[in-house]
């Protein structure tokens, strides 16, 4: 079955440590998003790609990066920079044409904690 | 720059009965989609239904339907005959339909419905 992999369910740093999330998908799809979720404040966007070696700043890209080398991959990295790192990141993807009709396929999250 | 308002943070709903969740936004597009995405306490997001700005007829999906009203800005979410089953954050969603960012989601932050037996 085709669907977007994220790895760990559940990952704990330390402060200070950069820590890279993975997004992995097998459904053929140009874009690739990630997503910040906290309490209360719904789903905000921190990077997306649109084409392999090519990404944009969502709303909160600060104390991010991200990296699209192959069309399956687009892994975050949570750097020592973000002021507060402890979150659920979703990772999404569609096709990349007839957006309406292909609205977003999401993982099943990476919790993180930082302490 | 777009926003979604959810104003309803949490709301209940006897089993078989029918909830109705408040959407609104703030645009100044003319072509766009609108999204409900159901967030069950697994955390997976589930697209429940989705809206085309230019076609008036309201979308139905099973027992979820939607009442846009372009002109006012708003997109609510009925669900008739809940079931424990709808027990979730719902998240209302726009999406602009031409430009660079096509397919960015723009969320609310989430009205969290119960489903009480």
């Known amino acids: 079955d085709g669907g977007i992999t994220q790895s760990p369910k559940y990952l704990f740093r330390k402060e200070g440590q950069n820590v890279t999330l993975s997004c992995e998908q097998n459904l053929n799809h140009d874009a690739m998003y990630w997503y910040r979720q906290d309490p209360g404040q719904g789903l905000r966007l921190i990077y997306y790609?649109?084409?392999?070696?090519?990404?944009q700043k969502g709303d909160i890209a600060e104390g991010y990066s991200v990296s699209r080398e192959k069309k399956e991959s687009f892994p975050l990295t949570v750097t020592s920079a973000q002021k507060n790192p402890t979150a659920f990141y979703l990772c999404?993807?569609?096709?990349?044409?007839?957006?309406?009709?292909?609205?977003?396929?999401f993982g099943n999250g990476t919790r993180l904690t930082v302490t | 720059a777009q926003t979604v308002t959810q104003s309803q943070p949490e709301m209940s709903v006897q089993e078989a009965e029918t909830v109705t969740l408040s959407c609104t936004y703030d645009t100044s597009e003319n072509n766009y989609y609108l999204f409900w995405y159901k967030q069950p306490p697994s955390r997976q997001m589930i697209l429940v239904i989705r809206?085309?700005?230019?076609?008036?007829q309201n979308a139905t999906e099973n027992r979820f339907s939607v009442n846009f009203q372009k002109a006012a800005k708003s997109f609510s979410l009925k669900i008739s005959d809940s079931q424990l089953g709808d027990t979730a954050m719902y998240f209302c969603a726009f999406m602009k339909n031409y430009g660079g960012s096509q397919g960015n989601l723009i969320f609310g932050k989430g009205t969290k419905l119960s489903v009480k037996p």
């Open positions: 999404a993807s569609n096709p990349g044409h007839d957006w309406g009709n292909s609205p977003l396929h």
């Open positions: 809206q085309e700005a230019y076609k008036q």
């Open positions: 790609s649109q084409i392999v070696n090519d990404f």
